[in-house]
């Protein structure tokens, strides 16, 4: 898998992909749908996929909190699992916002990358005010000479499966539905950071990861598994949320206790995946009342982790 940050300079090796177009925030089932789709559709092209980094959403409203299931690096990880040779991931700035949908077509798709195919849902909507729709794209597409398939949304009984309802799963404290959807679990992933070491003072070390670009989930205790950079997995427990009890309040910050470890963490790049919702967010008397609640918690994340297959 080859990315490509910079639409203007793609190689001739990279020219001529069928490619998938949109955010893939999550790389859930209905993105994995519409890859698929794509590639039963045309499996003699080599599969690419045009996305746009920062997220447009992120770009336009840069005052509301952060919303990313996963950061580019991670996207581009799991695009390629699913078979994906070129990530053609454009830079969304204020001169790329304000492209028309023809200078999309004919400037980008169609001049830059050298595309022979494109697919997408049939909601995509693209150039400056999202003006172009999928109307405008098959007629533009074909005076390129350039195929369409417009691939259904993947559905079940609650609707098509879409990141904003994975976040809304996740935010409502539904980690193990948002899996679901996912075809995975829901990691956070970032480098452990120095805290205040209030953790170990209560008997109970934890490693501290920034929330960074994630968006926040529903603040309280979580079972985990967290993926160290070697590959080995340990089981814990993660506390999200602002710690009412120590009253610091500045900052949500994931803080995880991964059980029977004692061993240096600082900086280095973690995955911590969510699995069940233990308890929501709470304020209690004192370090003794939180460090007994810990404790529990503890007792009730091994019993979650030790039924998962």
Known sequence: ???????????????????????????HLGHVHLLRSLHGARPDLAL????????PREYFRPQDPPLRLMLPETRAFFLHEQGVRSIFQLPFDADFSHLSPDQFVEDVLHSALGVQHVACGPDFAFGHRRAGNIDYLARKLETLGIGLTVVPPLTDISGPFSSSRIRRLLQEGYPERAAEELGRSWFIRGEVAHGDKRGRLLGFPTANIPLGRHIEPARGVYAVTVRHPDGRISPGVANIGRRPTINDGQESRLEAHLFDLNEDLYGQTLEVSLHKLLRDERRFNGLDELKAQIAEDAASARLVLSALP
């Open 1 to 27: 898998m080859t990315l490509y940050e910079n639409w203007t300079a793609i190689p001739a090796k990279a020219r001529g992909a069928a490619v998938a177009l949109g955010n893939f925030d999550g790389v």
């Open 48 to 55: 690419g996929a045009v996305t746009f980094e920062p997220h």
